[in-house]
């Protein structure tokens, strides 16, 4: 059984930067397709990016493009956000899930994908 393990949010000023990790275990992400979603309180879950099961082909939500950048190493079973130029609406619990995907194309996961239990961004002054 797949386990995704979320790390890296925080507390961080506008402008700052954060590295999010998506830890996986029970199995090798080498088949997945992965996403960042992220949800503010009061507001629907939104795709913030994914990334192909080879990691040749990544998609991004346009308020995040040119600032975020979604990356993984199936070495280490991780998949990253970078996070720059970060702006108080970027506030939000940030979540991974895991598809199942022989595509060389992002597909994103849906509700019935593997999920992890979240990290909090808070971007604040």
């Known amino acids: 059984q797949l386990q995704l393990v979320e790390s890296g949010g925080g507390l961080v000023q506008p402008g700052g930067s954060l590295r999010l990790s998506c830890a996986a275990s029970g199995s090798t992400l080498d088949y997945y397709s992965i996403g960042w979603f992220r949800q503010a309180p009061g507001k629907e879950r939104e795709g913030v990016s994914c990334?192909?099961?080879?990691?040749?082909?990544?998609n991004y939500g346009d308020s995040v493009k040119g600032r975020f950048t979604i990356s993984r190493d199936n070495a280490k079973n991780t998949v990253y956000l970078q996070m720059n130029s970060l702006k108080p609406e970027d506030t939000a619990v940030y979540y991974c899930a895991a598809r199942v995907s022989y595509s060389r194309t992002c597909l994103w996961p849906n509700k019935d994908s593997y999920w992890g239990q979240g990290t909090q961004v808070t971007v604040s002054s």
């Open positions: 990334i192909s099961s080879s990691g040749g082909n990544t």
